[in-house]
């Protein structure tokens, strides 16, 4: 199986593998007793938060530890606005293609009487920024948008974003969930003073992630506890955080060397498949993007149809979020940047990661022209 579905899940790493296992074996103490076993788990916790923070460019005391980045983003959601609104600020500013789970939790919060705006995107899937720089007033709490999408793989305009915000008197927040592993990142350069990010999608465990908190940021936790200096409570997850610290250190390691390679797969994949036919259309190729996601169409054959035929040819990839995949429902990434339904219902997504080889980019490509061009031919054929 070629696996090209990596912005929905990464394969956990031997490094991860190994120190979760020696967590669960030997440092299953609770790091809240006072005892020697919860002392060494303790002190296994405050070197994994100062390796995970090194990978991040943050400072250890601003790692909060959460169960994903979802978590991470209702975090920063609801103590962004809860904290703006102790100043009066009731309006929340996120991009139209955040994560379905961000965008729903905005919409309940709407109902609940906040202001909520929704930043439009343009068709190659970038910002539009004159509309931020409109809609980033003094009554905004919070901006919120993805580093880049997990979708179209498009990148946001984060730091003239952070200026906004900054200049309003707004707090920012950045989902760099798939950010992590495909870019350099540095939190204390980045101008926001949030970020969410999760495990799983750079070869370590689920159900671990984080959120970066500025230092001197006090937002009111969504769990009451003492843990994470009552940030978030509940027993850490600690072998999840070892893993977490060594997935983080393990792509440190070959960072740059990653990115080459992602690069290049890209631009193999993406001249392979457009080669195919002049239905075969890529999106957002013109702007800044992940260098390991491609998202594209086929004409407009259902995108339900085209991974299923993937499968069978051994290529496993998605449509839209993964949560998402199996529905019927049209991207609402495509279409907020103005595609019709087919062709938001078309668009899938190929995404890469540091296993990827040349021979499996050289295989989905073949296996594109042998199961979907037949495909695509008869249903032009069909087109009156
Ligand atoms: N944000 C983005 C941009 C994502 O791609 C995902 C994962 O699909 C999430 C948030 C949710 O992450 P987690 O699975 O850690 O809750």
């Known amino acids: 199986m070629i696996y090209l579905d990596h912005n929905a899940t990464t394969r956990p790493c031997a490094e991860a593998i190994e120190e979760v296992q020696d967590a669960l074996l030997t440092l299953w103490a609770n790091p809240s007793s006072t005892h020697a076993a919860g002392q060494a788990a303790r002190r296994a916790l405050a070197d ?7 990978f991040l460019g943050c400072q250890g005391a601003e790692l909060v530890f959460t169960s994903g980045a979802t978590e991470a983003n ?10 703006g609104r102790t100043a009066g600020r009731n309006r929340l500013v996120l ?7 961000q965008l729903t939790l905005a919409q309940r919060l709407r109902g609940e009487g906040v202001a909520v705006d929704l930043l439009p995107v343009q068709t190659d899937g970038s910002l539009d920024l004159a509309a931020a720089e409109r809609l980033i007033g ?18 946001m305009p984060v730091a003239a974003l952070a200026r906004l915000a900054q200049a309003a008197g707004a707090l920012m927040h ?15 350069a980045s101008g926001a003073d949030l970020w969410s990010v999760s495990a799983h999608k750079l070869h370590g465990p689920k159900g671990i992630g984080a959120l970066v908190m500025r230092k001197g940021l006090a937002l009111p936790a969504l769990l009451s506890g003492r843990q994470e200096r009552q940030r ?27 990115l080459a390679h992602l690069h290049e797969l890209q631009q193999r994949l993406e001249q392979g498949l457009l080669a195919l036919s002049p239905q075969v259309h890529v999106y957002g190729r013109s702007v800044a993007r992940l260098p390991n996601t491609t998202c594209l169409r086929l004409g407009t054959l259902d995108a339900d149809q085209v991974l299923s035929r993937l499968e069978r040819a051994g290529v496993l990839a998605s449509s839209g979020a993964a949560c998402s995949a199996g529905g019927t429902q049209p991207s609402h990434v495509l279409l907020a940047m103005g595609e019709p339904a087919d062709r938001a219902k078309a668009a899938i997504r190929l995404s890469t990661g540091r296993d990827t080889t040349v021979d499996d980019i050289e295989r989905a490509i073949a296996a594109v022209r042998t199961a979907l061009l037949p495909l695509l031919a008869d249903a032009t054929q069909a087109t009156p």
Do not use: W, Y
């Not at 994994?48 to 090194?54: E, K």
């Open 48 to 54: 994994a938060r100062t390796r995970v923070a090194s």
């Open 138 to 155: 003094p009554d905004v709490a919070l901006v919120s948008v993805m580093g880049a999408n997990n979708e179209t793989g498009v990148c």
């Open 232 to 258: 978030r409570g509940g027993t850490e997850n600690l072998p999840g955080i070892l893993g977490f610290a060594a997935a983080a250190e393990r792509a440190a390691l070959t960072l740059r060397a990653d």
């Open 95 to 101: 991009s139209s293609v955040e994560h379905p789970a």
């Open 74 to 83: 209702h975090m920063a959601l609801l103590g962004g606005l809860a904290a």
């Open 174 to 188: 950045v989902d760099a969930t798939q950010l992590a592993g495909k870019s350099e990142l540095r939190f204390d």
